[in-house]
């Protein structure tokens, strides 16, 4: 899909809330297989009578990013339970959670530089 970033079409632009987009990082991701592709498969009878085993994926439970407060990176069904996932937008947090930590970083090397400057 896609959806405008311009400037121009949105209103009310703040900077995110890091301490929020932190908790991503106790969100464990997990491997898991579809239940709905085995299903799908046995009913087409795809595999000829043998089991099939999908392929192991790799990803987070929206239960658990909702759990951790996240729920704007979470689908929610007609029902109002967590569904799916908006991958795309974890890479929007990951990307402040990553300019955080080279701030950090930044001045933990100054402290050092000055450590060093200190002992000489």
Do not use: C, H, W
């Not at 579809?34 to 046995?42: D, M, N, P, Q, V």
């Not at 929007?92 to 933990?108: F, G, N, P």
């Amino acid at each position: 899909g896609y959806a405008s970033s311009s400037r121009r079409k949105k209103t009310a632009i703040r900077a995110a809330d890091e301490s929020q987009l932190l908790a991503l990082l106790d969100v464990e991701p997990k491997t898991f297989r579809y239940r709905a592709e085995i299903l799908r498969r046995t009913a087409l009878r795809i595999n000829a009578g043998e089991d099939y085993v999908p392929p192991v994926e790799l990803g987070l439970i929206a239960e658990e990013l909702d759990e951790a407060g996240l729920g704007a990176f979470v689908f929610y069904g007609d029902d109002g339970q967590p569904d799916g996932i908006e991958y795309g937008m974890l890479t929007v947090a990951l990307l402040a959670i990553a300019r955080r930590q080279r701030d950090e970083i930044d001045e933990m090397r100054a402290d050092i530089a000055e450590i060093r400057e200190a002992i000489k």
